[in-house]
């Protein structure tokens, strides 16, 4: 991903392809952002100025002056002058210059990990469904560690929390990293007497 790329995804509405293959319209990432920061704000237009005040989201009011802050610092360490416009535009301007390859390479580091933190605030990720009770046939444990820690674990959510297609779940062993993908997902999970559809059912139940 280049930094015009992803200042694309953070200012603009624009497409995103879930694992599945579907593409769907999404809006820009700074304002899904700007509204989680006041998330009862939407609902109570017309609403007059009674009741109670509006709930703000403090880890998106960080995550919002962090970006803005850094953006900021760094549109000053480059040009010398203050930004006198919004983040947005910002944003925007800093995919358009003549930027050296270090600002550059800074830059689009950066802007990535903008994106990933406001996907990891608005979009938490479900944690990994652990295989209790099942062997790992790579190690032969089903447990490791002092705390007896379960080995293997399957990996079904996509970004967004939905359960993905059977075909592109993962499976990996904790103790000693082995990991399966794809088709032998579903042949492991026979094998270990966990057909897909009775995980399935379970994952549905959990979520
Ligand atoms: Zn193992």
Redesign the pocket.
């Known amino acids: 991903m280049t930094l015009k790329d992803n200042a694309h995804q953070l200012v603009r509405e624009h497409l995103k392809m879930d694992r599945d293959g579907k593409t769907h319209k999404v809006p820009a990432l700074l304002e899904e952002l700007r509204r989680a920061v006041t998330p009862g704000h939407a609902g109570s237009a017309g609403g007059g100025m009674t009741g109670p005040p509006i709930p703000i989201n403090p880890n998106a009011l960080d995550l919002l002056a962090e970006i803005e802050g850094e953006a900021r610092r760094d549109h000053y360490e480059i040009t010398s002058t203050g930004w006198q416009s919004t983040l947005e535009e910002l944003l925007q301007a800093f995919a358009e210059m003549d930027l050296s390859a270090e600002w550059d390479a800074y830059l689009t580091h950066v802007s990535r990990d903008w994106i990933d933190k406001i996907t990891a605030l608005l979009w938490p990720s479900k944690p990994r469904r652990k295989l209790v009770g099942k062997t ?1 046939p ?4 089903a447990t490791y560690g002092e705390e007896r820690k379960v ?2 674990s399957l990996g079904c959510w996509d970004d967004e929390g939905n359960m993905r297609a059977i075909g592109t779940w993962d499976i990996e ?1 904790a ?4 990991s399966w993908a794809g088709e032998q997902v579903a042949y492991l999970l026979r094998a270990l007497d966990t057909p897909g559809i009775k995980v399935v059912s379970e994952v549905a139940q959990v979520s």
């Open positions: 790992c790579a190690c032969g444990w080995c293997l062993c103790s000693c990293e082995a």
